[in-house]
């Protein structure tokens, strides 16, 4: 059975960057599973996957506009310094979520200035072409529940 969508795909991956640095993999982890076609993953990887069978293994490169976008300089701003709380130790790299009007976001402390932060709220992956190493582990047809969630059956059961 082909990867299409409306089916779930496991897969198994590393992601390096262009540096061949591993910035994530499944190792040691049950395969990622996701509805094909929902846009669950990034669209340059599931692109990169459309009519890969079981078994099959390969590499994905993926840039930045099918990614996770380019950066954008107007996501970083100073914000005031009493905004966190008082006693919060706030540290360069720490990351933190923030709920604004495009919903649910990871915003990354940048630098500490005095009485204010520099926040960025770029995704971390934002600018950087991304390479998959993948095997695809198992495609089936997703069930009625789950092309409604948009979710394989058992993904909100993790922990």
Same mark, same amino acid.
């Given at each position: 059975?082909?990867?299409?969508?409306? /089916? &779930?795909?496991?897969?198994?991956?590393? =992601?390096?960057?262009?540096?061949?640095? &591993?910035?994530?993999?499944?190792?040691? !982890?049950?395969?990622?599973?996701? &509805?094909?076609?929902? $846009?669950?993953?990034?669209?340059?990887?599931?692109?990169?996957?459309?009519?890969?069978?079981?078994?099959?293994?390969?590499?994905?490169?993926?840039?930045?506009?099918? +990614?996770?976008?380019? /950066?954008?300089?107007? =996501?970083? $701003?100073?914000?005031? !310094?009493?905004?966190?709380?008082?006693?919060?130790?706030?540290?360069?790299?720490?990351?933190? $979520? @923030?709920?604004?009007?495009?919903?649910?976001?990871?915003?990354?402390?940048?630098?500490?200035?005095?009485?204010?932060?520099?926040?960025?709220?770029?995704?971390? =992956?934002?600018?950087?072409?991304?390479?998959?190493? &993948?095997?695809? @582990? +198992?495609?089936?047809?997703?069930?009625?529940?789950? =092309?409604?969630?948009? $979710?394989?059956?058992? @993904?909100?059961?993790?922990?």
């Amino acid at each position: 059975m082909e990867v299409a969508n409306k /089916r &779930v795909v496991s897969i198994e991956y590393t =992601l390096k960057d262009t540096e061949g640095n &591993v910035l994530d993999s499944s190792e040691g !982890r049950e395969p990622l599973a996701f &509805v094909h076609g929902t $846009q669950s993953i990034i669209p340059g990887l599931e692109k990169g996957i459309e009519g890969w069978k079981e078994g099959d293994s390969g590499e994905v490169t993926v840039q930045p506009e099918d +990614g996770y976008g380019e /950066r954008t300089d107007e =996501l970083q $701003q100073e914000v005031p !310094r009493d905004i966190f709380q008082a006693d919060a130790e706030i540290e360069p790299g720490m990351r933190f $979520q @923030a709920v604004g009007e495009q919903g649910a976001q990871i915003i990354t402390v940048v630098e500490l200035r005095d009485d204010k932060v520099l926040i960025d709220a770029n995704h971390p =992956l934002a600018g950087q072409t991304l390479h998959f190493d &993948v095997k695809i @582990a +198992g495609v089936r047809d997703a069930s009625e529940t789950e =092309l409604e969630s948009g $979710q394989p059956d058992g @993904a909100d059961e993790e922990a």
